[in-house]
């Protein structure tokens, strides 16, 4: 599939997805959507990819979904053509996807940066939800995902005021995993990609599995999915080579099997 909104590349075992709406600050429309499922969908199939990296440009991530687009559908539109609905399909890709968030990532933007698995921020970065403003509300994951991420007292600041909260306090509230020059953006989160498409895949799928049954369970139901988890890694044979460099002192080589 040729893409008009989006670009693709691929570095080693890493593939970055770059959305490309300039003229738009990169608003989320259907056809971005439509393209952005067709690639990661693609890349979570690709035997030859381990780690998904999902940036914009310096200006915005995504400025949210597309307003424009959205302004005069009417209920019985989003009710029968799903809206929205195909946003699942990027959530619950397997691999792992790091967000490299620049600039602004509003609305469908700040959504999109929280379904990926963690996201790595410039020190531009510029995060909020501001439906609120335009009578509507989040609706991509927004108040279920922001509330698990900052807890409720900011999740509903965010929600009900609209306001942003720069890279620094998005990282001191948890949204984000680390905060760095806007010039080392890519390269940083290229390099984080790299490190996990590096190490034994049936593990990085496995550990990435266990930490969102955090978020869908309780304590005692995640932690005996853990362990049962955990057990069943000793039947890879990443496994054994992993724990057999390690007692000779020598690098693994690891075949993600
Ligand atoms: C459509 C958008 C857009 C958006 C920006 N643009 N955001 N178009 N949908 N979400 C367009 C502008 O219309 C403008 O186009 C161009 O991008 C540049 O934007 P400016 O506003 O001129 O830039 P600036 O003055 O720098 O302000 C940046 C901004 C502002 C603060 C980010 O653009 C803004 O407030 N955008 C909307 C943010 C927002 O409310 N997001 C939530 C959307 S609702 P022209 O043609 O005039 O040059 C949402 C729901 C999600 O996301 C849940 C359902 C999926």
């Known amino acids: 599939m040729a893409y008009e909104t989006i670009k693709v590349e691929t570095r080693d075992r890493v593939a970055i997805v770059t959305l490309n709406r300039p003229d738009a600050l990169n608003a989320l429309n259907s056809t971005v959507m439509t393209e952005l499922i067709d690639a990661t969908e693609g890349f979570d199939r ?3 990819i381990g780690a998904i990296v999902i ?3 310096e200006k915005a991530f995504a400025a ?4 424009k687009e959205m302004q005069s559908l009417t209920f019985v539109d989003n009710y029968l053509g799903d809206f929205i609905g195909g946003w699942d399909a990027i959530a619950r890709t397997r691999k792992p996807k790091i967000a490299a968030v620049s600039g602004y990532a509003l609305g469908g933007g700040c959504e999109l940066a929280m379904l990926c698995d963690f996201i790595i921020a410039s020190d531009t970065a510029k995060f ?3 439906e609120i403003t335009l009578g ?3 609706g991509m994951g927004g108040t279920q995902r922001l509330a698990r991420a900052v807890g409720k007292a900011k999740a509903m600041d965010l929600c009900l005021t609209g306001r942003m909260m720069d890279a620094e306090e998005a990282e001191r509230s948890g949204l984000v995993a680390r905060v760095v020059p806007a010039a080392e953006l890519l390269d ?3 390099k984080a990609a790299q490190k996990i498409a590096s190490l034994p895949l049936p593990a990085v799928m496995m550990a990435k599995e266990t930490v969102d049954r955090a978020f869908e369970s309780t304590l005692s139901e995640g932690l005996r999915f853990e362990r049962r988890v955990f057990h069943s890694l000793f039947a890879t044979e990443d496994q ?3 724990m057999a460099a390690f007692a000779e002192k020598r690098k693994p080589v690891f075949k993600n099997r």
Request: aromatic residues 0%; proline residues 9%.
């Open 46 to 48: 690709d035997a030859g």
């Open 55 to 57: 940036t914009g440009s």
């Open 64 to 67: 949210g979904a597309d307003i």
């Open 128 to 130: 909020g939800q501001p």
């Open 136 to 138: 509507v509300i989040p």
């Open 188 to 190: 940083v989160a290229i």
């Open 240 to 242: 054994k080579e992993g």
